[in-house]
């Protein structure tokens, strides 16, 4: 019955008053609800840019890495679902340039990596930490901005998030340092062989 991570007490209809009357007309408030459309898109569209990374990853370590952050790429934006609730405000995208220019970057990065190649890994990793530190700090921003607007329960619903994002950064760096960068060190000059 209660599947999901976070418990939802408040009924659909009435969350939109929750510790106030959610967000209105000020220049912050309108700043705040900018933001939350910005990293809505931005975890939207990397629900289809992490299945394509973690396809084009070599090792299974990495691999796994990305699918359990796609997971809770999922759940986030579940998250934010609840945090436009809780403001007031429909849930809604708005195209995110940094985001776009960060996914775009990783593309070309397995374009022009090998396949099957640690390098393409290191890459990979990269790519995929550029993304969590535009999160960590997007995220950071939000919850100090909804404590300061009065809004607590969305304050510890982006925190949960932040902390996601926080470990996935950890988790990469780990694997880049146990394993990859070494590997990859090792591979030496790049082998184009013809097929
Ligand atoms: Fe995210
Ligand atoms: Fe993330």
């Known amino acids: 019955m209660a599947n999901t991570k976070t418990p939802a007490k408040t009924a659909k209809k009435k969350a939109a008053q929750p510790s106030g009357a959610g967000l209105g007309n000020t220049q912050l408030e309108k700043f705040f609800h900018d933001c939350l459309k910005d990293i809505y898109w931005a975890e939207k569209n990397l629900t289809k840019a992490l299945p394509k990374m973690m396809k084009a990853a070599t ?82 921003g939000l919850v100090s901005l909804a404590r300061t607007l009065g809004m607590d329960d969305a304050a510890d619903l982006l925190q949960e998030t932040l902390d996601e994002e926080k470990q996935t950064d950890i988790t990469l760096s780990e694997i880049a340092e146990n394993n990859i960068n070494w590997e990859a060190e090792q591979e030496g000059e790049s082998e184009e062989e013809e097929e």
């Open 59 to 140: 090792t299974d370590e990495l691999k796994s890495a990305i699918e359990t952050h796609i997971e809770e790429t999922v759940g986030q934006i579940g998250r934010l679902e609840q945090v436009f609730e809780i403001v007031g405000k429909k849930a809604q995208a708005k195209k995110c340039e940094a985001m776009e220019g960060i996914i775009k970057e990783g593309e070309s990065i397995v374009e022009e990596t090998e396949a099957g190649s640690m390098t393409r890994d290191v890459g990979i990793i990269m790519a995929s930490q550029k993304v969590e530190h535009y999160e960590i700090a997007t995220y950071g």
